[in-house]
């Protein structure tokens, strides 16, 4: 198959109402990714964990497929949630939507804004 | 200030036509970031950058504001690159804004489509 730009689709989504970041452990949220990542033959590469003073977590995830990504604002009940994949050698599109929607049902928001950008 | 969600910016943007992504060494990369990052007072907490075989390179940038990625295909001639502030302690778009152009000027597309997500 041929391939041109734009390659891949990009899905960034706002998590408000979002009691569960109080009490979100690192642990238990990088074994959710990584159990998605899995599940839908996506393929880790690196990861970054971050914690802040305070409370807020920072996540990147390198995907042979591009990267997802988490950051959390606890005294918000706010967190943003991405997953970008490439579908270079095959599509990824919807293993992309089923990790979002797997971290979305786990994280459990009163409302959720999502933009799905092609690129 | 009294902070509600959405609490930043994310710009993303596609580089076409860009044939310096051919050349483009993770060293001088990473160099260009850590200084446009650095003048423009923003915190870098970890990265991780991969290079595939055959070409291409995957950068991500934990910032303390969010984070900065860039992905390329050189057998395309494209990229993509983002950079995601929050504004929570203070507003941090425009540094934003001039990294982004900072990394576009370096990186020389022939053209560029780019988003803004308030998120």
């Known amino acids: 198959m041929t391939m041109t730009p734009p390659v891949g689709i990009h899905i960034l989504s706002s998590l408000y109402s979002c009691e569960k970041v109080n009490s979100l452990d690192k642990k238990a949220l990088s074994e959710k990714i990584t159990q998605l990542l899995h599940d839908n033959q996506l393929t880790k590469l690196g990861e970054f964990y971050h914690e802040f ?6 996540a990147l995830i390198a995907l042979a497929e591009s ?23 095959r599509d990824n599109s919807e293993a992309a939507e089923k990790v979002h929607s797997g971290l979305v049902s786990f994280l459990e928001p009163g409302r959720i804004e999502t933009h799905r950008v092609h690129r």
């Open 53 to 58: 003073e305070g409370g807020g977590v920072t």
């Open 67 to 89: 990267h997802l990504a988490l950051h959390t604002w606890p005294e918000l009940d706010y967190l943003t949630l991405e997953i970008y994949v490439c579908n270079y050698s």
